[in-house]
Nanobody
Framework: GAARESGGGLVQSGGSLRLSCVITGSDVNSYNVGWFRQAPGKGREGVVCDSNTDRSGPWSVVSVRGRFTMSRHENMVYLQMNSLKPEDTAVYYC???????????????????????WGKGTLVTVSS
């Protein structure tokens, strides 16, 4: 399996951007997926994640709730980002894993869970 993201760029504060990620492998529809980001000088942060064993659905970090939405279609995963803020500036990574039995969507976004496949990242810059 592998993940590859695209769609980053420069956008003004208040604008929108959609990131795309293609995931390759067998039975991709069963994969758990997530978007992560790393801002300059900071650690990696889970943004939105979806565990296929969590019936409550995707989880998103508080700072993006109501603004970011993750969706998926076949082997594609998207991150729609609206009302962007300068603090959203970061390298965004798409990640996927094949097994997450018993892990919630919030937990697979956290540091205690290891995704199997990571993209190389795409830079999102939000100007004020």
């Amino acid at each position: 399996g592998a993940a590859r993201e695209s769609g980053g760029g420069l956008v003004q504060s208040g604008g929108s951007l959609r990131l795309s990620c293609v995931i390759t492998g067998s039975d991709v529809n069963s994969y758990n997926v997530g978007w992560f980001r790393q801002a300059p000088g900071k650690g990696r942060e889970g943004v939105v994640c979806d565990s296929n064993t969590d019936r409550s659905g995707p989880w998103s970090v508080v700072s993006v709730r109501g603004r970011f939405t993750m969706s998926r279609h076949e082997n594609m995963v998207y991150l729609q980002m609206n009302s962007l803020k300068p603090e959203d500036t970061a390298v965004y990574y798409c990640a996927a894993s094949r097994w997450a039995e018993g892990w919630s969507s919030a937990e697979i976004c956290g540091p205690g869970y290891g995704m199997d496949y990571w993209g190389k990242g795409t830079l999102v810059t939000v100007s004020s």
